[in-house]
Structure formats: C-alpha cells, structure tokens
C-alpha cells in the first residue's frame, strides 16, 4: 500500500505560481513512476507531468516550459512547480504514483483566476 498526501493547491491570478507538492509514505520501494493528473469540471482525468524512478519525465504539451516536476527521494516527496499560470490550468490536481496499481491522492484545487 502507498499513501499520498498533497499540499499546496489555492487561488493564483494570471500569469502567478504555485508549487504542489506530493508526500508519498508505506511501500515506497514498490513505486515504478509518480506524477500529476489534474481533472477540470465537465472533462476527463488527464496527465500533466510524470517522473519515472529512473528519472525520466513527460510532461503535457499543454504544460512545457511552464510546469517543472521534480521529486526529493530523501523526503519521498514529488513537487509540481507551475509557473506562468493560466484559467485554464483551474482544475483539481491529483498525485499518482504507479506500482502494482495505481494509487492517487485526495486531490488539491487549483483556480487561476482574477
């Protein structure tokens, strides 16, 4: 089992940042990838950036070169760096990580908005 605890969600203008983050704690060995999801109203699920354990990442093309994630393994904590923010980044952010199945966090509100 892998538990995920997200933090850091909230209300940003245009163009602000915001930094996510993702504590991952229980069967950490076991964990192949994490990443970020986020679920707007009225659309699908849909992924917005992934690190591999290798250290590989994807990330959204809808989010390059404004979003960076990055991962603390001493913390076993992944971060989400959103820079450049716009409204239609509003939407509720969901930490995954991937082992035997997937496992996802409460979710945080994102809303860009002025």
């Known amino acids: 089992q892998v538990q995920l605890v997200e933090s850091g969600g909230g209300l940003v203008q245009p163009g602000g940042s915001l930094t996510l983050s993702c504590a991952a704690s229980?069967?950490?060995?076991?964990?192949?990838?994490m990443g970020w999801y986020r679920q707007a109203p009225g659309k699908q699920r849909e992924l917005v950036a992934r690190i591999s354990r290798g250290g590989s990442i994807k990330y959204a093309d809808s989010v390059k070169g404004r979003f960076t994630i990055s991962r603390d393994n001493a913390k076993n904590t992944v971060y989400l760096q959103m820079n450049s923010l716009k409204a239609e980044d509003t939407a509720v952010y969901y930490c995954n990580a991937d082992s035997s199945r997937f496992y996802w966090g409460q979710g945080t509100q994102v809303t860009v908005s002025s």
């Open positions: 229980g069967s950490i060995f076991s964990i192949n990838g």
